[in-house]
């Protein structure tokens, strides 16, 4: 990946609390409504992961050496991320808080990412790709991670 594929959109100054999006929170109309505060700060990558879909279809990422998973780098806040625990399923254990490298252009930073405790392969929900292609389209983002996500159109497993 080029750092073509990544870059800032609004760059935080200072200490800010960072979190990474790679499925349907990349949509900028869905962060609006659960995350307030929430701005778009990158189109930023994590190495070494592959984006799936689970059994329970939505996407989560695993180890994956060389490959790569897109996604935006949102700025949020405190009341950001407690919401974003409710709408992941944190405390029933649908999703684990974690914090990974991510980079953008040739910087690396550490970011919360949130990551499905089902990483069995499965097929998407009813629009759930959707909702993550209208967040790329919405970032003019690369033709290539909107064909990666169709891949998963039609997987039924």
């Not at 800032?8 to 609006?32: C, D, H, R, V």
């Amino acid at each position: 990946m080029s750092t073509l594929d990544s870059y800032w959109l609004n760059k935080p100054k200072g200490n800010t609390n960072l979190y990474f999006a790679y499925g349907s929170n990349i949509n900028q109309e869905q962060m609006a409504f659960r995350c307030s505060d929430a701005s778009p700060a990158a189109l930023a990558y994590v190495q070494n992961f592959k984006f799936i879909i689970n059994e329970i279809g939505v996407a989560t990422i695993i180890p994956a050496s060389g490959s790569v998973v897109r996604g935006v780098l949102w700025q949020i806040s405190k009341s950001d991320e407690d919401q974003l625990d409710i709408y992941e399923g944190v405390s029933s254990s649908l999703y684990t808080k974690e914090s990974c490298n991510v980079s953008v252009g040739d910087e690396n930073i550490d970011a919360l990412v949130y990551i499905a405790t089902n990483s069995e392969l499965g097929s998407p929900r009813k629009n759930y790709l959707e909702t993550i292609i209208n967040g790329i389209v919405s970032f003019k983002a690369d033709v290539n991670w909107i064909d990666e996500v169709l891949s998963w159109k039609d997987k039924i497993l």
